[in-house]
């Protein structure tokens, strides 16, 4: 995808972000590719799958316009007693405004009362910062957890409520 042509604006409360939709999936690939180059970005399959699975998969459009590019999307799968974040993503355009904290709200509100996980780049500060803001903590290392990269992972958790 190419950029986003200027700035983000009305970067929404958790409670406005819109589902993925299927026909979208080609534009999260295209992100996933900007956003995670070294590490086997998810093809359009995999979304699929996650669609097919009926997680919960939320998008943001640039500006807050349904028919513009999708700037930013994020995904939690769950069991009865625990939630997964699968992913978050938001175009390099459009960081560093708010809409990581949102989309990331939104799947916290999805899991309720549940423990989350989540696994990321051991040298992903702006995410690392931003999970720990909302209370995750490191529980674990994973070495070479991503591929091709080798890069390792933290597994980092929001402790059951
Ligand atoms: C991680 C990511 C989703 C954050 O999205 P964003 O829209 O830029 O984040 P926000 O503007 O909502 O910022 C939320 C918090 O993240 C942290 N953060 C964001 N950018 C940061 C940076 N460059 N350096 C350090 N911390 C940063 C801060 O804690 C920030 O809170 P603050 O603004 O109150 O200081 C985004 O950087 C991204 O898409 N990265 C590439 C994909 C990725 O790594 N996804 C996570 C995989 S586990």
Do not use: C, K
């Amino acid at each position: 995808m190419s950029a986003p042509a200027g700035p983000t604006t009305g970067v929404p409360g958790s409670a406005q972000l819109p589902p993925l939709r299927w026909w979208q999936i080609p534009q999260l690939v295209e992100l996933e590719r900007r956003l995670f180059p070294g590490d086997s970005p998810w093809s359009a399959e995999m979304f699929w799958s996650e669609l097919a699975a009926g997680h919960h998969y939320v998008v943001h459009h640039l500006g807050g316009d349904p028919a513009a590019p999708i700037d930013g999307y994020a995904g939690l799968a769950g069991q009865p007693d625990e939630a997964e974040v699968q992913t978050i993503g938001v175009h390099p355009d459009s960081q560093g405004r708010g809409l990581g904290r949102a989309l990331l709200a939104d799947l916290l509100r999805q899991a309720g009362d549940r423990r989350v996980l989540l696994e990321v780049r051991t040298d992903n500060e702006p995410a690392i910062r931003l999970y720990e803001s909302v209370g995750f903590v490191r529980i674990g290392l994973r070495r070479n957890y991503y591929r091709p990269s080798g890069a390792d992972a933290y597994t980092m958790h929001r402790p059951a409520r």
